[in-house]
C-alpha cells in the first residue's frame, strides 16, 4: 500500500486525474476484498465480480489512461470485457481450488455456498464461449490497424473456438485454470506479432527481439485445444 502510494506522489506529473482515481479505487477493492466491514469476498457474486476487477482490469485502465483521448471507447470496452470475463473465471477456479479450505475456515464464498459442479458448468457453458467471443471481437479491433495480426488471433479464435464446441467437457477443467484461452497466442505469438509490426514500421527490433526472449515458454503450437499450458 505505502508503496503504491509513494509511486503515485512521486510520478504525478504524468498521471493523470483519472488515472489516479483507477489506483484509488483499485486499491480500495483490493483492501475491501477480504476485509471487513463489506468483506466482498463472502458477498457471492459481489467477490467473484470485486476479485476478478483487481485482478487485471484497473492494471489496463491505468495503463491506457494517458492514451484515452486517442482510443476510442468501444475498444477500451471490448478490450476490459475480454479481460473481465477472463478475470471471472479466473476467480471461479480460484475459489473451486480453495473450496476445501475455504469450508474447513468457515469462509462463505460463492463456491462454497453455491457447489462446485454449478461453478464447473458455468465456467464451461458460459465463461469459455463468452471468453472466445469477446478475444474475436479483440481480434477485430486489432485488425483495424493491423490487418495480418488481427486474422491470426480471428483465426486462432474459430478454430480452437471450434474445436471446444466439439469436445468441451467439464474433464477440460483440469488442465486450463489461470491462462486465458488459446493461451498461446495470448501469451506469445500475439505479442510477437504486434512486436513485429511495430519493429518492421519504426526499426525497433530490440523490442522484437525482447519480446521473443521474454515470452519464450510459451512457444507452443497456437491452435493447440485445452493442454498443460494454459
Known sequence: ???????????????????????????????????????????GWWGIIVGSLILRPTCVLMALSASFSSI???????ILLWIEIFGIRTMLFHQ???FQSDINSHVKTLVTTQGILPAQRLITRYFIPAEYISFGLVGAIIAKSAPL????????????????????SLQSLSTM??????????????????????????????IFIFVLFWQRKYFVNPFTHFTNHF
Open 1 to 43: 500500500f505505502f508503496g503504491g502510494c509513494l509511486l503515485l506522489w512521486s510520478s504525478w506529473k504524468i498521471l493523470s486525474m483519472w488515472a489516479v482515481s483507477v489506483a484509488i479505487l483499485g486499491y480500495f477493492l483490493t483492501f475491501f476484498y477480504s476485509a471487513p466491514p463489506l468483506r466482498f469476498k463472502e458477498k
Open 149 to 168: 495480426v488481427g486474422f491470426a488471433v480471428l483465426f486462432s479464435v474459430l478454430f480452437s473456438g471450434l474445436r471446444y464446441m466439439q469436445k468441451g
Open 72 to 78: 476510442p471507447v468501444l475498444d477500451v470496452f471490448v
Open 96 to 98: 473451486i481450488d480453495d
Open 177 to 206: 485454470h489461470y491462462r486465458p484461452v488459446i493461451g498461446s497466442m495470448v501469451l506469445f505469438y500475439l505479442p510477437a506479432l504486434l512486436g513485429l509490426s511495430v519493429a518492421v514500421r519504426d526499426n525497433l527490433w530490440f
